[in-house]
Structure formats: C-alpha cells, structure tokens
C-alpha cells in the first residue's frame, strides 16, 4: 500500500469512526449520513444496550440463532441494500424476499420484532428496523466469540420487498472466480469476499444446498472430486435423511472461530462455494492465512462486514422508519 493510499484509508477510518458529515461537498454518496453515535444525537441513547441485551437474552435459550441472525443481516444487504427489505412479509398483492424457496431457511425474525417492540416504547418512530438487524448481526457474532466493534447508524427502511430481487444472492454452486466477480460488483474486494465467506464458521447447510456434490456431479465426476471421500460419505449419509437434514460448516457451529477455514484445508467444506475458496490458487492464499491467524480473519471480518452494512444504504426521505419491521408504514 502507497503513502497516499494509507493516507485516505486513515481518513476513511476517521470519517466512519467519528461520523464526520461531508456537507460541504455534497454528491458525496451514502455514508455521508450514518453516524456512531446516531442514536445519542436523536436523544435514544439506550439503544445499543437493548438491542445488546435482548439477543443475548434470546441466544442463551437457544444459541443456534447467533448464525441466523448474522445471515439475515447479509441476505438483507445484497438484496436491495441494508433496508431491511428482508424483514417484509408477504401481502395479498406482493410476495415478499422472505418466500423465496431457498431464502426460507432463515430464521430469528422474533428477535428483531422483540427489539422493535421495547425501542418503539422507548422512542417511537425512531429507531430504523435495518439498524437493528445490523447492531442485531454484530452483537450476535460477538455473542459467539467473535471480534466486537462499533457500527455506523442512521439506515431507513426500503419500502419494496420482492420474491424476484433475491435473484442478486449469490448461489453454493458458485466457483471462486463467480464468487469474485459478485462481490466485486458490490465493491468487494477477493480479500473481503474470503472474509465474509468466514460467517459461515457459524450454523449449518442443509441437504438441498450441498446434495447437487454427492451424485451426478458433472460429466466426468459422479461425486465432487474436491470432497474429501470420507466426509462425502457422511453427507451423503445426512442426504438419506432428506433434503431438509442438516450438517454444520465446521466443528464448532455455535463459536465463531477460524475452523471453517482449517476444514476447508482438510477438503471438507460443506458447500462447493467454500471448498472453491482453496481450490482456487487466486482464494487459497487467503483461506491459508485465515487458518493460521485467527486475528487476522476477525480484523479482516470486522471490516468487512462494516462495509457490508453500508450498501446501498437508504437515508432521508429515500426511506422510512417502519412501525413494524414485518409491514411497511
Ligand atoms: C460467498 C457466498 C455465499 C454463499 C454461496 C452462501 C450460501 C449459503 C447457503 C447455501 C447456506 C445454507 C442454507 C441452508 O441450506 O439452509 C448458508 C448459510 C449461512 N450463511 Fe451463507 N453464503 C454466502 C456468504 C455468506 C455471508 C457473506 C454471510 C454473512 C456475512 C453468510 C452467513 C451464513 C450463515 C451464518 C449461515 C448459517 C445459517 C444458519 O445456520 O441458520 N453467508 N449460506
Ligand atoms: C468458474 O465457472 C465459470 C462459469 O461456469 C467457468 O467459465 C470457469 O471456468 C470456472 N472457473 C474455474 C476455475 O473452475
Ligand atoms: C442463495 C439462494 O439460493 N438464493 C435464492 C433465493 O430465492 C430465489 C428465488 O427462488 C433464487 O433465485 C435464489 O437463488
């Protein structure tokens, strides 16, 4: 990196930290009105504390939503931004992101309508539900054993949810080179894309997502040549169960940690889009780093997910703070 590229990175940091406001410049773009202490200055300063207190409260009864959680916050920011677009439910007249067939699985929506609730006592109308979900996300990887770090606020919600849009979510039968270009097209970098992939440290797959491996595999391969044969033959024996039986990313589902990456070593990634994260020399490098340097994946990932959160961010009369985060107003 360049002096002058360390230079402007510094005072990005800078602006995210401290939420300095361009307002001179204007055509600054989306950052331009979220803020660390958003909530201070709209005279709500208890939200970080209920948003921290009520998951944890809800991932002590059942620790396995930590992971949910954190996927909800990624499915929501790649489908229309971080708007909580994903929080919609269906009406007579439009189906909504959630009822997408493979978005399904998602899960811990009575979490964010739990925080909404005691937030909506506390200071109606204020509180955005896609700053929930991303304080929400944040407060469950640290839940989990994860990195801590602050967050910028001040997102709106979208007032459009549609089943179509969740075409823009990246699918498990993608290689790393797709990977690559996806996420780059959302300005991530393969570096970042790697990262973010680390989530999955968290939770489980099912069947459905990981079946297409195991038989009929391509022309010349019945089962994934990639797969470790051993571990092929116990998802294969998970598959007998049915396309809805699960099987963990790695060894410790409920701790974010940097196993993932060391099972990917091992060839027993669960989803060919992981195990593609080693396979390709372009990924492999980073995958390897992760596995040996625990803090570097938690920095990296912090980061990352930082930026995540600021996609196409809604601000100002571009959207809304719902009443309810399962109806737009
Ligand atoms: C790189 C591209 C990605 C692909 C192709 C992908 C795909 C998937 C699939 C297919 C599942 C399993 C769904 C099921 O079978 O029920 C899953 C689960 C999960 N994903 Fe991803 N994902 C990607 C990136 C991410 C990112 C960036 C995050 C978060 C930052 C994330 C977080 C999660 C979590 C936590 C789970 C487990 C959910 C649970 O146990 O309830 N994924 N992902
Ligand atoms: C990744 O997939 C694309 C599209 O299917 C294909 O053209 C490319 O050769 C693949 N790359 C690798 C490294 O397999
Ligand atoms: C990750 C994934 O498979 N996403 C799917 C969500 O649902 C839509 C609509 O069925 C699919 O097109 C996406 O591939």
């Known amino acids: ?31 331009d009105g979220l803020r660390m202490d958003y909530y201070y200055m709209m005279n709500c300063p208890f939200v970080e504390g209920i948003v921290q207190n009520t998951v944890n409260r809800h991932l ?3 620790p396995t939503l930590a992971a949910a959680l954190v996927r909800m916050h990624f499915h929501d920011c790649f489908v229309e931004g971080c708007d909580a677009s994903v929080l919609v439910d269906s009406t007579k007249g439009n189906t909504a992101e959630k009822d997408s067939p493979a978005n399904l699985s998602l899960r811990g929506y009575e979490i964010i309508d739990d925080v909404k609730e005691q937030l909506e006592n506390q200071c109606p109308g204020v509180v955005s539900c896609a700053d929930i979900l991303a304080m929400a996300a944040r407060d469950a990887v640290f839940f989990a054993g994860g990195p801590v770090y602050d967050i910028p606020k ?69 089962v994934d040549p ?28 409920d701790t974010f940690d940097n196993d993932y990456y060391n099972a990917l070593q091992r060839k027993t990634g669960v989803l060919f889009s992981d195990q593609t994260l080693y396979n390709n020399p372009r990924t492999r490098g980073i995958v390897n780093a992760y596995a040996f340097n625990q803090a570097m994946f938690f920095l990296d990932f912090q980061q990352a997910m930082v930026k995540m959160g600021l996609l196409d961010v809604k601000e100002g009369y571009n959207g809304e703070v719902r009443a309810n985060c399962r109806i737009i107003n």
């Open 1 to 31: 990196m360049g002096k002058y590229e360390l230079f402007m990175l510094i005072l990005l940091m800078d602006i995210i930290v401290s939420g300095w406001r361009f307002d001179g410049g204007g055509g600054y773009g989306m950052v």
């Open 154 to 222: 001040g997102r709106k919600d979208g007032r459009r949810s549609k089943i179509e849009d969740t075409i823009n979510l990246p699918s498990p039968t993608l290689n790393s080179s797709e990977l690559i270009r996806m996420f780059g097209q959302r300005g991530f970098t393969a570096q970042e894309m790697v990262a973010l992939s680390g989530a999955h440290t968290l939770g489980v797959a099912r069947c459905s997502s990981f079946k297409h491996r195991l038989s009929n595999f391509d022309s010349t391969h019945d």
């Open 226 to 253: 990639t797969l470790d044969s051993q571990f092929a033959k116990s998802l294969s024996t998970i598959c007998s169960g049915g396309d809805k039986s699960e099987h963990a990313f790695d060894s410790t589902k």
């Open 60 to 62: 002590q009864a059942d």
